[in-house]
């Protein structure tokens, strides 16, 4: 089952999302997509990894994500994709796909079966605040709203988080 967790940032996403992987049959495993560009990324990447449990394996992939969410698949067990904006915005700089959304369903497709293994995808929610300011913004923010509607179509599960808060979206919410 796809779990999907949408939020805006400081929203309490990743820590729901912490909670459900530990929740979830093990293997526990952390699928980390961010790139530190700066400082302050990389201190709040180090946060991350220093709250979780010694036991999660964490697997950094960017760009590849998608290959390895398909590897990871045939060990079952709870999978925590971290984060779906920071895997499309690793994509920008690569023409590693044509269709975001399409590779994402191919992707995730054996987590979306009835029987497959537990995926639970963050994603920052795009369309609540103000228009961006130049197009590459624009573009991003379609992109990802595009790719976060394909996720929610597969998941069993979507919550928004808002302050600490899920609400349920889609599913049960347990």
Known sequence: MIRLLLGGVRSGKSALAEKLLLAGQAPHRVLATGRALDFAFRERIAAHKRARPAGVAVIE????????????????????????????????DHSVMQSPAETLTTGMAAYAAADGPELIVVSTEVGLGGIGASAAMRRFADLLGTCNQAV??????????????????????S
């Open 61 to 92: 992939a960017g760009v590849t994500a998608m290959d390895v969410l398909c590897a990871e698949a045939a060990r079952g067990g709870t999978l925590l994709f971290d984060s779906l904006d920071f895997w499309l915005f690793a994509c920008h």
């Open 152 to 173: 929610a179509g597969l998941a069993g599960d979507v919550r928004l988080v808002v302050a600490g808060c899920a609400m349920p979206l889609k599913g049960i919410a």
